[in-house]
């Protein structure tokens, strides 16, 4: 089975510009989620997407926003980037949304803001 | 509202040794643990999970945490390392719709 996979693995951007993550998930599942990671630190939860849906958010500013499509892929935008935004985006998937379920990760997309 | 703390950012062991990496936690709700390996330049690995039942949970690579609901922990343990479980080590728990709570981590390096 394929696992998850996420595009690009790097990227460097500006501040104040836009940027779009990418992800797939793996096979079977229905859910998303998408994390960040800044350097030498845990991962911080951004938002959830179920059937399309948003259905849970972390304690990120709307600039953060996302999208999940109907074969279950997804996208992290992120506008008007600050430098603060540079870490480790990680998604992940699960079969479904709920608490018990395990989360698969992808490797991530390093974003760098300079 | 829940939240994770990982007591030693850094623990060196000898190869073959035993470790325990610690972890607290605090939730207000039903909590649901994990601990999870992150290799370099890669993303999270589910190690183990605690969602019920036996407090003893094992996991993947030899593995097993204790859960605790008295002195709110999930101590991660293994009784012999190898040089391939050098990684970044990460409790988080999950008590709703909010995702997953991560602490700051863990490295585990081992040292031949």
């Known amino acids: 089975e394929t696992g998850v996979t996420q595009s690009p693995t790097h990227l460097i951007k500006t501040r104040g510009q836009q940027v779009t993550l990418r992800c797939s998930s793996q096979?079977?599942?229905?859910?998303v989620s998408w994390y960040q990671q800044a350097l030498g630190q845990g991962p911080q939860f951004i938002f959830q997407?179920?059937?399309?849906?948003?259905?849970g958010r972390g304690n990120f500013p709307p600039r953060f926003s996302g999208l999940q499509f109907p074969n279950y892929s997804s996208e992290l935008n992120v506008n008007a980037l600050e430098l603060d935004d540079s870490a480790l985006y990680l998604c992940?998937?699960?079969?479904?949304?709920?608490?018990?379920?395990?989360?698969?990760f992808g490797n991530g997309t390093r974003l760098t803001v300079t | 509202a829940q939240s994770v703390t990982q007591l030693d950012s850094q623990v060196p062991v000898f190869e073959e040794a035993p470790v325990e990496l610690r972890c607290n936690y605090s939730?207000?709700?039903?909590?649901?643990l994990f601990w999870y390996v992150q290799y370099p330049n890669q993303g999270l690995q589910l190690l183990l999970k605690?969602?019920?039942?036996?407090?003893l949970v094992k996991g993947i690579n030899g593995f097993e945490a204790e859960f605790n609901k008295s002195q709110t922990s999930f101590h991660l343990r293994k009784p012999s390392v190898h040089i391939s479980d050098t990684a970044e080590y990460f409790c988080?728990?999950?008590?709703?719709?909010?995702?997953?709570?991560f602490g700051k981590g863990t490295h585990l390096i081992i040292q031949p």
């Open positions: 992940a998937s699960s079969l479904d949304p709920s608490v018990i379920g395990t989360l698969h």
């Open positions: 096979s079977g599942h229905n859910t």
């Open positions: 997407y179920y059937r399309e849906e948003e259905n």
């Open positions: 939730s207000s709700v039903s909590v649901y």
């Open positions: 605690y969602l019920s039942g036996s407090t």
């Open positions: 988080a728990v999950r008590g709703g719709a909010d995702g997953l709570t």
